[in-house]
Every structure is written in structure tokens, then in C-alpha cells.
């Protein structure tokens, strides 16, 4: 199906292209860091509730995880504008149009994540509150957590939907665009990553040398902790891996290139390194005193930064044929509009020229406003001036362009001695004839 092709408005952009995509990229994995950390901390914190029923001390991890949501989710909103407003200066026909065929959704977006921010707040303020009644309090946790965990599908769904217009035409609304056949397994991608960070995150966190008093384990240990956090992200590293290839495979071939090809590869032998620290602190608990954290870290977070660049290039391919699309088609409208203005002047010149005869427009420029057809206003009227100067045009002329004064109830009038003798001659033959 050939895709809807939007004319745009052709305002310039506020800063250098270059400068805004770098801006995009930045700004967008700063954002999606504090989304990791808040989805992962909810997750994190239901997952060790839920353990908690049985051995106390997890009840205890989860209480102190969940401080950690409330405060990334802050980081992650307002780390959220900077890309979002980007993102619409860049791609606005593209992303206006996938925004509207999922309206209702995308709108959603505001309640849904008002009411999971308030069961987080719920779930964590009213800790104590519940403590009689655990299925409730964990019921709220669940509920939170699906809706954390639903609301990036709805981002992702409007992103995806942008990049490739061709389905416009058959996209019903969020469920169908959510169907389109590489969303899903993007968003597992996505949600492997973010399993992936904030465990990373919670390593770090378990290790700090605050944490055994904050969080006063009566049996845990910290270092079982830190194991439990780095099983989780090497399973989410090997699921990332999995999906990765999956997404791959099902990207549709217009985005592809093969700078985004190598870029894919270069970030993901970069996570090999790291793989293999993990591996190592699971298999030798001793490493964990020194488990290369910050390498870890680093091999993931420069990994992240590549993808990042990649998903951009893939954008940029993918959408390269309808951005030219767009711009011969509003540079087509724009070079339509001014040849009907053209046009249209000129068929108001001739048709000016075809309709008035000579000195009409003179007479009604100069002359109307004092002298009326058939009443006496300033001046006398036409058919007074008429019967004076019948067959006369001469006469008229002369006394315009030097008027005398003869009648002593009015003013005298003006003279009009910067209108040439032609024009003069063709208002007085006007003036006579109608
Ligand atoms: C500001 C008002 C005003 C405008 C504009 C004006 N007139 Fe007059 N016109 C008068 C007045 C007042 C008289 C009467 C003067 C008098 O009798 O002393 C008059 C008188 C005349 C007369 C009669 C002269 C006569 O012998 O009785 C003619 C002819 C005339 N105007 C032509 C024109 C023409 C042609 C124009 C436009 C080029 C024009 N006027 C524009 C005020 C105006």
C-alpha cells in the first residue's frame, strides 16, 4: 500500500538538525535509564514481596527497593520532556500521524500513569499499614507494576508505528498498530534491558557500605543479595541477546544499512566482556568482594550508547524515502499556492480593466466622496453638474483643475491640479455619459 504522504509546514527547525539528533540520542537514554530503574525497582520490589511471605528478610529488600521507585520515577518524567519534545520537532508528520491512529491510547498515557505513580506512593507510604493484610498490599504492587510495565508498550507502539507509514492506512487504532509484526518483540527487548539496568542498579546499591544498617537483615546476608541481582542480569543479558536477534531479523529491510548492521554487532561483543565477569561472580561467590562492577557497568552502558546510535540511524533510513516524500510534496503545494495567487491577481486585473470604463475608478477615487449622483452633499450633485456642462467635458476639466467659487452656501472645492489632462478628460466624459 503506498503510505499517506502528510504536507508539512515548512517552519524552520530551532537549532541545527545535527545538533537536535544528538540532543534526541542523549536525551532519550538518559530518560529510558530512569525508566529502567523505575520499572525494574517495581518489578524488583513485587518479586522480593512475594518472597518475602516466606522468609521476612525480602519483605524487607522490597520495602527499601521501593524507595528507590519513587524517586527514579520523578528522574524518569522529567527526563522524559527533553526527548519527547525533540522527537516531534524532528519527525512531526511522522510522529503526529502515529500518535492520532492510536489516540485513545496515547492519551491514556496521562491517567495511566497518574494512577500507577499514586498505587507506587500507596504501596510505598502505606508499607506498615498493610502489613495484616499482605495479598492487598501485594495486589496494589502487582497492579502498579503491570501498569509500569504496560505503559512503555504504548510508547514503544506510537515509535514503531512512526517509522514505517506504510501501515498507516491499515492500523485500527492501539491494538492493531500494537500487532504490527516487530512491536513485540521490541518491547521484550525492551523490557530484558530494563530487567538488565536496574539489576545492575541494585548490585551497585546492595554494595554500598550504608546498606546491611539501612536495611537491617535479621538472616540475609548482603552478598546473597548482590547474587540474586547479578542471576537476574545475566539471565536478562542472554534473554537480551535472544530478542536482539529476533528484533533484528523482523525489522522491516528499508531502515537496514550496513553501518547499523556493524553498530548492532560492535555493541553486542561489548556485552560479551561483561557476560563473563557475571558469569564469574556467580560461579566464584568469593569474586563478588571484587566483582569489576564499574567494568560491568561500562561495557553495558557504552553498549546502550551504541544502540542508541544505531536505533537513530535505522530511524533516520527508514524514514529517509517519506521524508523526501514529504518535502517534494510540500515544496509542490507551496510552488501551487503562489502560482494561484499569480493567477488570481491577474485575472482581478483583467477583469478590473474589462468592467470599468475609463475615469471610473478615477472619478470614484477623487471625485465620489463629495459629489453624489442625484442628492447634493458636499458638492453639487452629478445631474446638477450634468445640465451645466452638457456636452462640455472641456468645461469640467477646466474647472477641476482650477475651481472657482460660485455657490455661497458651500466650500470651495479643492482643485485637482496633480491629475494629468488624460485622466482628467476621461473622468469628465465619465461624468457626462452616466
Ligand atoms: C472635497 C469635496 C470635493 C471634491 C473631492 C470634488 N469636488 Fe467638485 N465641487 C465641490 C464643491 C463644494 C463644489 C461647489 C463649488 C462652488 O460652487 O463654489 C463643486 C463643484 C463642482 C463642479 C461644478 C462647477 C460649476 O461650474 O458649477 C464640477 C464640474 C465639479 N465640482 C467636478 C469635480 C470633479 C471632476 C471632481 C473630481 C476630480 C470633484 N469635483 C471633486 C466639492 C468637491
Redo the contacts with the bound molecule.
Keep these: 500500500m503506498t503510505p499517506p504522504i502528510p504536507r508539512d509546514i515548512p517552519l524552520p527547525l530551532p537549532a541545527p538538525e545535527g545538533f537536535l539528533e544528538i540532543l534526541l540520542i542523549v536525551s532519550f537514554l538518559i530518560h529510558i535509564l530512569f525508566v529502567h530503574l523505575m520499572v525494574g525497582g517495581s518489578l524488583f520490589s513485587l518479586v522480593c514481596q512475594i518472597r518475602g511471605l516466606k522468609s521476612p528478610d525480602y519483605e524487607k529488600l522490597a520495602y527499601r527497593i521501593m524507595q528507590t521507585v519513587t524517586v527514579n520515577k520523578s528522574l524518569a518524567v522529567v527526563m522524559g520532556v527533553a526527548p519527547l519534545l525533540v522527537i516531534n520537532t524532528l519527525y512531526a508528520p511522522q510522529f503526529y500521524a502515529s500518535s492520532a491512529l492510536i489516540g485513545d491510547m496515547w492519551m491514556a498515557v496521562i491517567p495511566l500513569v497518574t494512577v500507577a505513580f499514586l498505587l507506587a506512593y500507596a504501596h510505598k507510604f502505606w508499607w506498615n499499614h498493610f502489613i495484616n493484610i499482605p495479598e492487598l498490599h501485594i495486589g496494589i504492587a502487582a497492579l502498579e507494576t503491570g501498569l509500569f510495565l504496560f505503559i512503555p508498550l504504548i510508547f514503544m507502539t506510537n515509535v514503531n508505528l512512526m517509522l514505517f507509514p506504510e501501515y498507516w492506512p491499515q492500523v485500527k487504532g492501539f491494538f492493531s498498530a500494537m500487532l504490527l509484526p516487530n512491536v513485540l518483540q521490541r518491547y521484550l527487548h525492551f523490557i530484558s534491558a530494563t530487567i538488565l539496568f536496574s539489576s545492575l542498579f541494585f548490585v551497585w546499591w546492595s554494595g554500598r557500605k550504608s546498606f546491611q544498617n539501612e536495611v537491617g537483615f535479621s538472616r540475609l546476608r548482603v552478598i546473597s543479595v548482590r547474587r540474586f541481582f547479578y542471576a537476574f542480569a545475566f539471565g536478562a543479558t542472554v534473554f537480551q541477546i535472544l530478542t536482539g536477534l529476533v528484533v533484528f531479523a523482523s525489522l522491516p529491510p528499508q531502515g537496514m544499512s550496513w553501518g547499523f548492521t556493524l553498530l548492532l554487532m560492535l555493541g553486542g561483543l561489548l556485552v560479551l566482556p561483561a557476560m563473563w565477569w557475571m558469569w564469574q561472580n556467580l560461579t566464584h561467590p568469593g569474586h563478588l568482594l571484587d566483582d569489576r562492577l564499574k567494568e560491568i557497568t561500562a561495557c553495558f552502558v557504552c553498549a546502550a550508547i551504541i544502540m542508541g546510535i544505531a536505533r537513530h540511524d535505522y530511524r533516520e533510513n527508514a524514514l529517509a524515502d517519506h521524508k523526501s516524500a514529504i518535502a517534494e510534496k510540500t515544496a509542490n503545494y507551496q510552488a501551487a499556492v503562489k502560482d494561484a495567487r499569480e493567477q488570481a491577481q491577474l485575472t482581478a486585473k483583467t477583469q478590473e480593466s474589462q468592467t470599468l470604463v475609463p475615469g471610473e475608478s478615477a472619478?470614484n477615487l477623487?471625485?465620489a466622496?463629495?459629489?453624489h449622483p442625484t442628492l447634493t452633499t458636499?458638492?453639487?450633485a452629478l445631474q446638477e453638474?450634468k445640465e451645466?456642462?452638457a456636452n462640455n467635458p472641456a468645461g469640467?476639466t477646466a474647472?477641476?483643475k482650477a475651481?472657482?467659487?460660485?455657490?455661497p452656501d458651500?466650500?470651495?472645492?479643492?482643485g485637482?491640479s496633480q491629475?494629468s489632462d488624460d485622466e482628467l478628460t476621461a473622468?469628465?466624459q465619465y461624468?457626462l455619459s452616466h
Aim: with cysteine; hydrophobic share 45%; glycine share 6%.
Design positions: 472619478f477623487n471625485c466622496a463629495c459629489h458636499v458638492g453639487p453638474i451645466i456642462y469640467i474647472w477641476t475651481p472657482g467659487k460660485k455657490r458651500t466650500m470651495k472645492m479643492p485637482f491629475l473622468i469628465s461624468l
